[in-house]
Structures are given as C-alpha cells and as structure tokens.
C-alpha cells in the first residue's frame, strides 16, 4: 500500500500531464474546462485510471480512452 502523500503526488502529476491536453476547438486545456471529475491509483495494478467527460455528447472516440 502506498501512502497519503504518494497518491497526492501520482494525482498531481497525473493532472499536470492531462493539463497539457489541449481541446482542439476550444484551445484550452481538459482540466481547466472542468472535464476531469477524478483520477485514482491503484498501486497493487500500477493502473491509473482517470474519471472524465468529454466535450461533444455521443462522440464515438470516447472508446480510444484506455
């Protein structure tokens, strides 16, 4: 099991690098929109699993997320 701190750190992280996807019509980052609800860790699966939404409903590409 990891700690507090660790899982704080992994989520910092994880959000600074999705803060550099950028939202081609928009042109601002998916953080700042609003559209990352969560990001978890599991350390057991080293899995990082992110809780988002995306900006056009029943946009079929949302299966390219893995």
């Known amino acids: 099991m990891i700690s507090m701190d660790t899982q704080s750190t992994l989520k910092t992280q994880a959000l600074a690098a999705l803060s550099t996807v950028i939202d081609p019509e928009l042109g601002v980052n998916i953080v700042d929109l609003g559209l990352i609800y969560d990001v978890a860790y599991d350390a057991d699966l080293k899995l990082c699993t992110v ?14 997320f893995e």
């Not at 809780?51 to 390219?64: E, V, W």
């Open 51 to 64: 809780t988002m939404t995306l900006t056009i409903m029943g946009l079929s590409t949302d299966r390219l």
